[in-house]
């Protein structure tokens, strides 16, 4: 052990005394070249290590996003049907992949309300993706709603929509829903 500690010196000291005689020959006259940048003594790898390290964070970031823009789009996507579900089903069935709900989509009594309600408040959770891809392709969200009907108690519902991205049309379209009614609250 005592002999590795000094053979350590032993080894710095030609380097740092290379070093030394080359910084004390640069000093001599008035038209010294001018100091080389940081970067450029750098070795090459050393270099060409520090631009692929650059490189891969700015491909981080644009895939981050990337990925945060198609979740902000599914989720304004699923906004939108659900504004326009109480009162018009044209309007709303033209958010479903197919210009309609499918068969087992089950949205508990939404699109069977006696009459457009009063007022309807949406809450959604982050999305969900489905798959492993780095920029999803599809979602499911998460959502809870209340609503009112004139001279009725507030009605509650909590469940999830799917949506998958078309990229033909690089829109967000529905594919599936499971909505429940909840019990009232007292």
Not at 103 to 111: H, V
Request: hydrophobic content about 40%; aromatic content about 6%; glycine content about 6%.
């Amino acid at each position: 052990m005592p002999r590795a500690r000094l053979l350590l010196p032993l080894l710095l000291l030609p380097a740092l005394a290379a070093l030394l005689a080359l910084r004390g020959c640069d000093r001599g006259g008035t038209d010294d070249p001018p100091a080389r940048p940081v970067a450029a003594t750098l070795p090459a790898d050393a270099a060409a290590r520090a631009a692929r390290d650059d490189e891969e964070a700015f491909a981080r970031a644009e895939l981050r996003d990337r990925h945060d823009a198609a979740m902000r789009a599914a989720v304004s996507t699923l906004h939108r049907y659900l504004a326009k579900l109480p009162e018009d089903h044209v309007a709303a069935d033209a958010f479903w992949a197919d210009g309609r709900p499918p068969r087992d989509a089950d949205e508990a009594d939404l699109r069977g309300l006696p009459a457009a309600p009063s007022f309807f408040r949406t809450r959604n959770r982050s999305p969900e993706a489905l798959g492993t891809t780095p920029v999803p392709a599809a979602v499911r969200i998460p959502v809870q709603m209340r609503l009112g009907l004139r001279g009725e108690s507030p009605r509650h519902y909590s469940g999830w929509y799917e949506l998958r991205h078309d990229p033909a049309q690089d829109t967000w379209q529905l594919t599936g829903a499971s909505i429940d009614a909840m019990p009232a609250r007292q």
